[in-house]
C-alpha cells in the first residue's frame, strides 16, 4: 500500500498534560479551536507552528524534563511546539498535551504553511 502524500491540512489529536495546568482555560480553548500553520523552522526536532499564542496561568520555568515523542512544548513566545523523532528534553517550558502517535507521520512530513489543528483525542 502506498504511503499517504504531504497532508494539505493537519490535524493533530492531542491528549491534555502533563502541564496543562500551567495554561489559562482560555489558552486551552485556543489550543484546539485555533488554526494554527506550520512555521519554516520546523526540523526533525520539532514541528513549530505560527499562530495565537496560549497564556500561561503561572510564570516562571520547571527544571528540564525528559518527554515522550509527541509531546506538546510551549515556549515563552506561546506558540505550541511538537516533539518529533530527534526530540531533546523540555528545556524548562511546559507542555501543554501529546500528540497520539499515529499522527506524528504525518506532522513529520507536513510543509511551512501547512495549515494545523489541535484536536481533543
Known sequence: MPWPGVPAELVLPVHPGPRDDWFTPAALRTLTTAVYRVAAQSDRIGLRTEGPALERARGGELPSEGMVLG?????????????????????????VGVVTASALAAAAQAAPGTPVRFVPA
Not at 75 to 88: E, I, Q, Y
Open 71 to 95: 509531546a506538546v512544548q510551549v515556549p515563552p513566545d506561546g506558540r505550541p511546539v511538537v516533539f518529533l523523532n530527534d526530540h531533546p528534553t523540555t528545556g524548562g517550558y511546559p507542555v
